[in-house]
């Protein structure tokens, strides 16, 4: 094979083209979102790696789970068994809402939800980039999922789904720094833009005006704005308004209602309806 | 076959299932890689190679693609030019040569990823360069110990 760098001027004229021809696939991919097609087959390749790299940790739960006494077993059957009575008592309040909301929205001619259906996902990996908020769940095309489908948790909205394989999608959690959601304050419906920091237990309400009647401890929720996802789902709770003098704009800085950072479980918004009128 | 099965090694360090939490505290394997392949088999590479290598990297790190074939033409350039003379130097010596290299690659990663969208941590990606550098010993002693096990020793590694 040709030596990489044999004198120090064509050394230079490679890094140029080779800088050029990554500078330009990095702005097609990330301007013009050209290059998905590439990402599908490459990651559909990669799944063995990824199931080879998992495996250990995979192994690890098995052995954890075989390894349970019978008290441990008994004692998380009895608390799950109370956590059930609970769920049943709250579904039926939740039927009578449901009855209520469609009659209302009956009178008010608004569309009603079909189908609704969520689906259970594990997480397989997440990215081990720094500045990457996304994980990959083991459901993929297969199951369902589309591209831009809501992720919930359990206490709230975790992302959405941003790229689909055969059996994986890969969800970009609402703190990635890329990631802008349409909110609203549940106590006063003012609406806002939630911007992801970067930082898994922050998000930021940017440009709300400095006398914004907002405070520590309010939860900011869809507003179901834009049409992916529907409104109400709990988002955040504000932890700091900063107003600083001189400046028109506060900064308002909340913590997402689901914990990021311990996310196992998930589930896939599937249904069928988009939300609208 | 060296090449296949050290990049393979990293792409099993880079699809490690971690907690998010630990990401900052993680080396930037896929650049010492292409450093100990710049340093101590640069005969055998090529860009295109390299390239074509680092786009596995990318959809593994959920970055955009094409990041990665920058860090690892700049990484592979300079390290390559500077080789001859760091490649018998102590382990102390290399190691900080290898923390100014993947410093310089963390600088270009910040503008990259600013270019693309993100709001990265320059101090994040200098830690990374830092951890990376302490780590570079250990990593030169596997990927040289993998070249041996395909029978392809490699010089001044041991």
Redesign the interface.
Known sequence: ?????SQ?SV??V??V???T??????????RLDG?QI??LA??T??WP??Q???FP?NATRAVADWTQTRTQLAGRLESLAIENERLLTEQLKLHTLRAENSELRRLLGVRERVNERLLQAQI????????????TINRGIAAGVQIGRPVLAADGLVGQIVSVYPHAS?VLLMTD??HQLPVQVTRTRLRAVAFG??Q?DQLELRNLPATVDIVAGDVIETSGLAGRFQPGIPVARVIEVIRSPGQPFARVLCEPAAE???LTLLMVDVSDEEVGQ | MTFVLTWLATLLLVALPLPLVMAPYLPHWPVLFVAWWALFQNHRLSMTLLFIAAVPFDVLYGTVLGLHSLLFALVAYMLTLLGARIRQVNWVRQSVVVFLVLGIAALVGYWARTLTGYDPDLLVLMMQAAIGAILWSPVRIVYGWLSQFVSEPVEGTH
């Open positions: 094979m040709r030596p990489l760098f120090t050394a230079a490679r890094l083209i080779a800088v021809f990554a500078v330009a696939t990095m702005l097609i991919d990330s290059l590439v990402r490459v990651k390749a990669l790696v990824e080879i790299a998992g940790a397989e990996r997440v990215s081990n980039d720094p500045f990457v908020h996304r994980v890969e720094s890329t920091t970067g898994l990021l950072s311990t």
